[in-house]
């Protein structure tokens, strides 16, 4: 009861009504409500710290900000809903708080406006590109993926939280082993690891749904008769995706990386893909390494 009585006392003032019936709408810092109500720092501090002793208010920090928001319960709602229809201010108040809104707005769109152009540059906390992956991933339906040239199964693994299944084929036992305690360790039971090579590749024909070269391609003796294999294992429909380096002149690869191929001109993806008799190619460049050798990312994509 004291508590009622000390929030009633306090809603007789129409200073702190006005407060109140705007801070159950939206956090506002002192500054703001000084903006919206015209009143004095002074004035507004001292009858927010009256609201927040009787628990009708709390104060919440943002960096250097003080934010404040309503606290009080259904009864003290109500009242304010009632007090609306005899304020004055009641609706200057209400534009008033809609520009402040409005402003907030502005300033992150501004933001937003002076990075145009530079913000894929420029770090921002949270953005990766696993994120991104993992985001996209929900998209995708449940399905048979082939991941082709596996490696440790990195991709796999990812792959694996929403496929149906995952055939994790790369011709080094090592890896193949590696992936497949990977695996196990991570308690991912819907992956199989073997060993094969991509011309050969240890799987039934018409048996998956979706055929990854992720950076592989580029390992092939004959690159032309992996997707031909990548053909033959999809079903009817199934779709072919070829990520790996645009054609380049990095004589160091070979030796750094093991590479055969020094990557591929779209020109020769979409030859592989119209050989191997795949329909409806797309190609193009995702992406384009800022540090020497400047090493440039095409995705070429098929339909069975």
């Known amino acids: ?54 628990e009708l208010v709390e104060v919440r920090k943002v960096g250097q900000k003080s934010l404040y928001r309503f606290t009080g319960d259904e009864t003290v709602v109500e009242i304010l809903r009632q007090s609306a229809k005899e304020l004055p201010e009641a609706a200057s108040d209400d534009e008033a708080l809609r520009l402040i809104l409005k402003k907030r707005k502005d300033k992150m769109r501004a933001y937003f406006d002076e990075l145009a152009g530079r913000f894929g540059r420029h770090y921002v906390p949270g953005r990766s590109w696993k994120g991104v992956a993992e985001m ?35 011709n080094s036992e090592k890896m193949v082993e590696y992936g497949t305690e990977a695996a196990r360790k991570s308690g991912v039971g819907n992956i199989e690891y073997r060993v094969g090579d991509l011309e050969e590749l240890p799987v039934a024909s018409g048996s998956v749904d979706l055929a990854l070269f992720s950076q592989s391609l580029h390992h092939a003796l004959h690159p032309q008769d992996a997707v031909k294999e990548a053909w033959r294992i999809l079903k009817p429909g199934g779709r072919v995706m070829i990520l790996d380096l645009q054609k380049h002149g990095f004589e160091e690869a070979r030796e750094l990386y093991a590479d055969v191929w020094l990557g591929f001109s779209e020109v020769e993806l979409l030859g592989f893909l119209k050989k191997a008799r795949f329909r409806h190619p797309e190609l193009g460049v995702v992406h384009r390494e800022e540090e020497l050798p400047h090493f440039e990312t095409v995705l070429a994509t098929g339909q069975k």
């Open 136 to 170: 996209l991933l929900k998209l995708l339906p449940p399905m048979v993926i082939a991941d082709l040239g596996a490696g440790e199964g990195t991709l796999s693994l990812l792959l694996a939280q929403r496929a149906e299944r995952v055939i994790a084929v790369d």
């Open 1 to 54: 009861m004291g508590n009622l009585l000390r929030s009633l006392r306090l809603l007789g003032d129409e200073s702190r009504l006005r407060m109140l019936r705007l801070l159950i709408r939206e956090e506002l810092s002192v500054a703001e409500l000084q903006e919206i109500l015209g009143m004095g720092q002074s004035r507004i501090s001292m009858a927010l710290s009256q609201l927040k002793t009787a």
